[in-house]
């Protein structure tokens, strides 16, 4: 478990720096809470935008997109409704949930992976 959560932790931070090259704010990282939690919250282009990172070494697992599944997508939203609430956002903040997927190093933004899901 240990070494999956260093390998975890490096993934995202090489996930922040393509984000923060193209334009995101990075806010937070590793937000928690008995929820779940979100590996980055950024702003960009006027969102508040929750991110999640997925990386595969090959293609015997799939796309790393696909491991972001319904369930995952419900636990992620419930925790950026606890972050706005905890953090007092605006209701009217507009809000996305990006998934940063990396396969043998190259990485790609998906904008809008999916929507809210209470």
């Not at 409704?81 to 790609?108: E, S």
Request: aromatic share 12%; charged share 25%; hydrophobic share 35%.
């Amino acid at each position: 478990m240990k070494h999956s959560r260093a390998v975890g932790a490096a993934y995202e931070t090489q996930a922040a720096q393509y984000l923060e090259a193209r334009g995101y704010r990075i806010r937070d990282r590793n937000f928690r809470c008995r929820m779940g939690e979100i590996d980055l919250i950024a702003e960009e282009g006027g969102y508040l935008v929750f991110i999640e990172v997925k990386y595969r070494s090959g293609i015997q697992t799939g796309e790393p997109q696909e491991a972001v599944n319904y369930r995952k997508q419900q636990k992620i939203c419930r925790t950026a409704a606890y972050y706005c609430l905890t953090r007092k956002i605006p209701p009217q903040q507009p809000c996305r949930f990006d998934v940063a997927a990396c396969r043998k190093g190259a990485w790609q933004i998906i904008k809008n992976a999916f929507d809210y899901v209470p």
